[in-house]
């Protein structure tokens, strides 16, 4: 795949210099590319690195060409009182039902909205109802769990003062004893 990318880079390149040694020896086969149509002609402008590009000149109408591009009109029919009057009549009832059809979709979106409001009022009622049980839940376990810590204390300082009742009862009898 390399070896086919390289060789078409250099046959590209030995391309454009003969093109440039033709040129050079030929100056009139530039001229040639001009291509010219009916009306208008057509330039190649080799500035562009990116593409190609065109420069289109418009020839001035001349009057035989003139006639040819004027095509005749179609013929004009005369147009009744009746006719208006039912054209005028298809309009206004294509008018009345486009705007029936405005007031339905209208009717509809305004239902839509109504079912979303309510639906979304009755998920905060929901979501409040949950926060408020959860709340007391977790004021409720946390009283027992105060109560609990406080009944826990007050066991161990009456603990503490049995064992202490009992150290000073020990003391007063080694005092004695001592005595």
């Given at each position: 795949?390399?070896?086919?990318?390289?060789?078409?880079?250099?046959?590209?390149?030995?391309?454009?210099?003969?093109?440039?040694i033709c040129s050079c020896f030929y100056p009139e086969s530039r001229n040639k590319l001009v291509r010219e149509?009916?009306?208008?002609?057509?330039?190649?402008?080799?500035?562009?690195?990116?593409?190609?590009?065109?420069?289109?000149?418009?020839?001035?109408?001349?009057?035989?060409?003139?006639?040819?591009?004027?095509?005749?009109?179609?013929?004009?029919?005369?147009?009744?009182?009746?006719?208006?009057?039912?054209?005028?009549?298809?309009?206004?009832?294509?008018?009345?039902?486009?705007?029936?059809?405005?007031?339905?979709?209208?009717?509809?979106k305004r239902e839509h909205e109504r079912f979303v409001l309510l639906k979304a009022m009755e998920e905060n009622?929901?979501?409040?109802?949950?926060?408020?049980?959860?709340?007391?839940l977790k004021m409720e376990q946390n009283k027992e769990n105060r109560e609990a810590h406080l009944a826990a204390?007050?066991?161990?300082?009456?603990?503490?003062?049995?064992?202490?009742?009992?150290?000073?009862?020990?003391?007063?009898?080694?005092?004695?004893?001592?005595?």
């Amino acid at each position: 795949m390399a070896k086919t990318a390289t060789a078409y880079k250099e046959k590209m390149k030995e391309l454009s210099v003969l093109s440039l040694i033709c040129s050079c020896f030929y100056p009139e086969s530039r001229n040639k590319l001009v291509r010219e149509f009916e009306d208008m002609e057509v330039k190649p402008i080799n500035k562009r690195a990116s593409g190609q590009a065109f420069e289109v000149i418009l020839k001035p109408l001349s009057p035989v060409s003139n006639v040819a591009h004027n095509l005749p009109s179609p013929p004009k029919r005369d147009i009744s009182l009746d006719d208006i009057e039912r054209k005028l009549e298809a309009a206004e009832e294509r008018r009345r039902m486009q705007e029936t059809q405005v007031l339905i979709a209208l009717a509809e979106k305004r239902e839509h909205e109504r079912f979303v409001l309510l639906k979304a009022m009755e998920e905060n009622s929901n979501f409040s109802r949950m926060a408020e049980e959860k709340l007391q839940l977790k004021m409720e376990q946390n009283k027992e769990n105060r109560e609990a810590h406080l009944a826990a204390m007050m066991e161990r300082l009456q603990e503490k003062e049995k064992r202490a009742a009992v150290v000073r009862r020990n003391k007063e009898l080694m005092v004695e004893q001592t005595a």
